[in-house]
């Protein structure tokens, strides 16, 4: 195969996507599957597979980054017994003012603010009133605030994805070892009603041996994209900036969770291919004439596609689009040597059970007899609560369960620094002319270990 330098590809541009990791990885020839060297383990690190704390009676929880995602997550955990919000912190100071008022509505006290600047998250972090800092804040802000989080001594859950570069997913998992701190990604997806049905029917063997799974971030929302909104300059920053598969996890989680990646298999290699840009800067050139918008370039095709082998051999396609018009779609895909689940709509064929070619598209009966027993109890109150159809309220509410019973969490930092792993490694197959990337086994070599199930105990 050619090397990317023989490709004419600018080594320096993949280097800067896949970060010193990696870039130190290239030199060793790393762009073989099964060429990787994973940087070892430091002295006082290990591992944080299974990791408990100590039960807590409530859960004292920071929050940093108040926008439309924050609030939101407030809204959720404002609803749970057992949490204090103690402390609140946006660079915009009527988004920490509004978040300190939404709190003592519901009868807390006013949580403390922090407003001045960039930096001052850090206060909120060293506070001793804080057990568990949430960060919902721009994607290139996430890893260096959990960093600093745990360098505090907190818990960190962080918005998706985690990391955007290689060196942060390795800073995360080395932070987590060393501080020896629950670190993890709020990906919200692997607590759907229909992904959790999924899981349990995975696990009880229903589609067989897995074998492939397809999974997707494809929302269209061009139109938002190219406004004024800070929320939307930093995301259009991002596709001006870099061409792959910009938000993995949502569609990749609960499919890493149906293959027990991290309990008996792990991503071993991925190659990603983007489509040309067209659908963004058609809108853009629709804006008025003179409008400093239409300067802007846009890096990122319209349509990503990833594909990722694992270490049995298994496939995973994960796309992401965010500009063609289209209806949302997930995709959320399984297939295994019985039979097939499909989502949007979902729809199910069982070898020996599904008469014909057609799918099952009859949810109900499958719902009755393998729904999980957390959607069954908490149905009503997650409807109520809201988040994204009540996934929001459910992780939520069992990140919280957890942490108070003192068990160890659903997900862990190798999640979370694997699944957002495809955000810098597409960027650097895509820049290699789709070549293959090695992804780093995160656990060191601890990815067959089992793993408690994802609230399997609910
Ligand atoms: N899981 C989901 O379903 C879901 C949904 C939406 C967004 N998200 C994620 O949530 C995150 C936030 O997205 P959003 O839509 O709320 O964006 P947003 O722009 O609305 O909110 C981000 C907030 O962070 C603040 N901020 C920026 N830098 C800061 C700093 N240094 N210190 C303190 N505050 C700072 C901004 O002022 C802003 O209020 C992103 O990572 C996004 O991917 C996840």
């Not at 589609?207 to 492939?212: A, D, K, M, N, P």
């Not at 499909?342 to 099952?360: E, S």
């Amino acid at each position: 195969m050619a090397t990317a330098d023989e490709q004419g590809i600018s080594r320096r541009g993949m280097i800067r996507a896949m970060g010193v990791c990696a870039a130190a990885a290239l030199g060793a020839g790393a762009a073989e599957p099964g060429g990787q060297r994973d940087p070892a383990r430091r002295p006082g690190q290990s591992s944080v597979l299974g990791l408990a704390h100590p039960p807590m009676d409530r859960v004292r929880i920071g929050m940093i980054g108040m926008g439309g995602r924050g609030m939101s997550l407030l809204r959720n955990l404002l609803d749970l017994d057992g949490v204090a919000i103690t402390a609140v912190c946006d660079i915009v100071a009527q988004r920490t003012a509004a978040a300190q008022a939404r709190v003592a509505e519901k009868g807390q006290p006013a949580p403390a603010g922090y407003s001045a600047g960039e930096t001052d998250f850090e206060r909120l972090c060293q506070r001793d009133d804080v057990d568990l800092v949430y960060v919902a804040t721009p994607w290139e802000c996430h890893a260096a605030m959990a960093v600093e989080a745990m360098n505090a001594g907190r818990h960190v859950a962080i918005e998706v994805p985690a990391a955007i570069t290689l060196q942060e997913c390795w800073d995360l998992v080395d932070t987590a070892e060393r501080t020896q701190r629950h670190c993890i990604m709020l990906e919200n997806c692997c607590y759907g009603e229909i992904e959790m049905l999924v899981l349990n029917m995975v696990r009880q063997g229903m589609f067989g041996e897995v074998t492939h799974g397809e999974a997707g971030y494809l929302h269209p929302f061009a139109e938002g994209l190219i406004g004024t909104a800070d929320s939307a300059v930093w995301r259009r920053r991002h596709l001006q900036e870099s061409d792959g598969n910009l938000y993995p996890t949502h569609g990749l989680g609960p499919v890493a969770m149906y293959m027990d990646v991290h309990g008996g298999d792990r991503f071993s290699t991925l190659v990603s291919m983007s489509s040309c840009e067209r659908s963004l800067s058609l809108v853009r050139d629709q804006l008025p004439a003179g409008d400093p918008r239409h300067q802007e370039a846009y890096a990122c095709g319209d349509v990503n596609t990833t594909l990722i082998k694992t270490a049995l051999g298994r496939s995973i396609m994960v796309q992401f689009d965010i500009v063609t018009p289209r209806p949302y779609d997930r995709i959320n895909m399984v297939c295994g040597t019985q039979g097939t689940f499909r989502d949007y709509p979902p729809r199910i064929f069982l070898k020996g059970k599904t008469p014909g070619h057609a799918w099952d598209t009859d949810l109900e009966p499958y719902f009755q007899e393998h729904g999980h027993p957390l959607w069954k109890k908490l149905k009503s109150q997650a409807i109520e609560s809201g988040g994204h159809g009540g996934m929001d309220f459910l992780m939520n509410w069992r990140l919280i369960q957890c942490l108070r019973a003192g068990r160890p969490l659903d997900m862990t930092v190798y999640d979370a620094a694997a699944w957002s792993s495809v955000f810098p490694l597409s960027i650097a197959s895509v820049a290699g002319g789709s070549m293959p990337v090695p992804v780093p086994d995160f656990t060191r070599g601890q990815w067959n270990e089992p793993r408690p199930l994802l609230a399997q105990d609910a």
